[in-house]
């Protein structure tokens, strides 16, 4: 079946279009969910974004042209593999397992420790947006500075400083609050 008669059977709504389509680009869709979502999320989040980009293609086969379907498709990929990593880390703050504190027994200790936690975590979610969302992908994330720079289309160097300046706010809030 061409991509033509694909988006034909889409746009009248029968069910064979889907299929053919998925046939065709499921391991596209997948490949370019995969590279984004990574190791930060789980393989039921990936497929459930996979599916949702033949949804997508579903419920908006009307305005997608025959000659550009897969570049139709990746888009819709990437941009909802990276619309799922966003929510993931703003509907997921930084958990308190990823700020390890030396293991103290004593019931002070213990609630200074959870304190200084809390404090760490509202003063990322200080931060404003892209150095919030970059600062979590590096330092809560552990994704490198290309690929940050890759999927937020920024260069390298700019990812870099954000760090820098992210760390340099952090220190400076946790500063004027006692922590550090």
Do not use: C
Not at 36 to 45: A, S, T
Not at 82 to 110: H, N, V
Not at 146 to 161: F, P, W, Y
């Amino acid at each position: 079946m061409t991509e033509e008669q694909i988006l034909s059977k889409l746009r009248s709504k029968d069910p064979e279009g889907l299929e053919a389509l998925m046939d065709r680009y499921l391991p596209y869709v997948s490949t370019i969910v995969w590279n984004i979502l990574g190791d930060f999320m789980g393989i039921q989040d990936a497929e459930e974004v996979a599916s949702d980009v033949f949804l997508a293609a579903w419920s908006q086969a009307e305005t997608i042209r025959g000659d550009t379907l897969k570049g139709w498709l990746g888009a819709v990929a990437r941009n909802q593999a990276k619309s799922k990593l966003r929510s993931a880390q703003k509907d997921l703050p930084l958990e308190g397992d990823a700020l390890e504190f030396p293991d103290e027994r004593t019931p002070a200790a213990q609630t200074e420790q959870a304190e200084q936690r809390r404090l760490i975590q509202k003063a990322i979610d200080q931060m404003g947006e892209p150095e919030r969302e970059i600062f979590l992908r590096h330092y809560y994330y552990a994704q490198k500075v290309t690929q940050i720079a890759l999927d937020l289309n920024l260069n390298e160097s700019t990812v870099k400083s954000k760090l820098r300046r992210g760390r340099m706010r952090l220190k400076t809030i946790l500063q004027r609050w006692g922590v550090v």
